[in-house]
């Protein structure tokens, strides 16, 4: 009995089938076989292994199966982060009131709600992985985002759209999630950092692709169509994951939905509440610089509709390089003064007064804003001791974190209809460029809670 426990504690290799115990016979069948046939029963005996049950083998660290997830996983940020990272694009269409009536605030709770709803889900989808149900993640996630855009095809309100947008697009995006982050570490253990860093490239890539789609189709086939017309580009590059992604090890433990402990740990918790922070200001320029060159005049329509695949462009080296230099530093010491850079950067727009000062601006925020995506898994993972609960940390981690995304764009949209011609910009961008300096501060004060101030030390 205790060395069957013992193997139900190990990994189980889905690759190699490590977890199936061979087959035996009762005793009473085992002796009247030796009997009956004593040459095939010797040799079966000897065939029979005699110590511990092998374990799961160690990740590849490369090879062609390993980068196939990472291009599968590529593909799956691609449709979830990629997606959400369009909204400013969307963000700027509803405020025209083409499809509806609805005051800036109101319109971002549909982005809000689709970021909230992707990082909650994640929570939940954790233990579904854990169980080895990968497959039924990625088609579950994949339909719902598809549904969701036709669904979204045919909302002429405020609310139809915050159910296909916000919701069905967001659950179904948190499904797609996990399985980009929680497949990597079991394929690769040196450069983690930068095979995370590049499948999350994709968001990037979503985030140049889909709002020039989106804009170039509005005016040939209408926003119904233009909107499916996405839904079934989603459809496709979904079947790269699909067909091509491989869960090799079945976690030993379904992770829990939630951690007691890591409200009792202080450094997690710290820098759960100071990304929390950060993703306030985050939100705001994701969600509002589109819609600032518009309505003030900076940019015509076609420009302002353009500076959402340059923000993601920029911010392709913000999700690879600082990823890659972290493993190198340390996570503490790439994200601090990412954090404060783009505060900077947002603070800038206040004295912004051409189309060239904002271009600049929307540039740089999407090179260090990329930052705040690609880094904070990373964090969590450093900042937790016990291992064995790092997927559940990471989980909780994003769904309090999902508080600032709700905070971020809201709150931006109220403080810019506070004047009489809901031009406030002033507060929205102080509001913007305050949380990422306050959650810079933060960090270096955590920084030097867990490795000192020297600061040449990797944290």
């Not at 009997?35 to 660290?61: K, L």
């Not at 119904?224 to 580009?233: M, N, Q, S």
Request: charged share 10%.
């Amino acid at each position: 009995m205790a060395t069957q426990q013992q193997y139900d504690l190990e990994p189980k290799d889905l690759e190699n089938n490590s977890d199936k115990a061979p087959e035996s016979l009762d005793q009473a069948d085992e002796e009247k076989y030796e009997r009956d046939q004593p040459n095939e029963a010797a040799a079966q005996a000897e065939a029979q292994p005699t110590g511990p049950a092998p374990g799961p083998s160690p990740p590849p660290n490369g090879g062609s199966q390993a980068w196939l997830q990472v291009l599968g996983s590529w593909c799956l940020f691609f449709n979830t982060w990629g997606l959400l990272n369009t909204f400013g694009v969307y963000q700027t269409y509803y405020e025209s009131g083409a499809r509806f009536t609805a005051s800036s605030s109101d319109i971002s709770w549909i982005g809000s709600v689709q970021a909230l709803s992707l990082l909650l889900i994640g929570t939940v989808a954790g233990p579904i992985f854990d169980r080895g149900h990968f497959r039924y993640l990625l088609v579950g996630g994949g339909f719902l985002v598809v549904f969701g855009h036709m669904m979204l095809s045919l909302s002429t309100t405020l609310w139809q759209a915050v159910l296909a947008q916000g919701f069905c697009v967001g659950i179904g995006a948190g499904a797609l999630f996990v399985p980009a982050v929680a497949i990597m570490p079991t394929y690769f253990t040196t450069n983690l950092g930068l095979a995370i860093g590049i499948a999350a490239s994709g968001s990037s890539m979503g985030g140049i692709i889909y709002p020039i789609m989106f804009y170039k189709l509005i005016p040939e086939v209408g926003f119904p169509w233009a909107v499916r017309i996405l839904g079934f580009t989603v459809l496709a590059t979904l079947m790269v994951p699909i067909f091509c992604m491989k869960m090799r090890v079945k976690p030993a433990k379904v992770r829990k939905l939630f951690d007691p402990s890591a409200f009792t740990d202080g450094p997690y918790i710290w820098c759960v509440i100071t990304c929390t922070v950060g993703y306030i200001g985050l939100y705001v320029g994701i969600f509002y610089l589109s819609f600032f060159g518009q309505s003030t005049g900076l940019t015509g329509d076609s420009l302002s509709f353009y500076l959402v695949p340059i923000l993601n462009a920029a911010s392709v080296l913000g999700r690879t390089v600082p990823n890659w230099i972290s493993d190198k530093i340390g996570p503490l010491n790439v994200i601090t003064p990412g954090a404060l850079l783009m505060g900077v950067i947002l603070l800038c727009n206040l004295g912004v007064k051409s189309s060239g000062g904002l271009i600049a601006t929307v540039f740089l925020f999407g090179l260090f804003s990329g930052i705040f995506i690609a880094l904070p898994p990373v964090l969590f993972v450093q900042l937790t001791k016990n291992k064995a609960v790092v997927g559940t940390r990471i989980g909780m981690g994003f769904a309090i974190m999902g508080c600032g995304v709700l905070i971020g764009g809201p709150a931006a949209g109220a403080i810019l209809q506070r004047s009489p011609n809901h031009q406030d910009w002033t507060g929205v961008w102080l509001l913007g460029g305050i949380t990422p300096l306050a959650a810079a501060v933060s960090f270096v004060l955590l920084r030097g809670s867990v490795a000192g101030f020297k600061p040449m030390v990797k944290a």
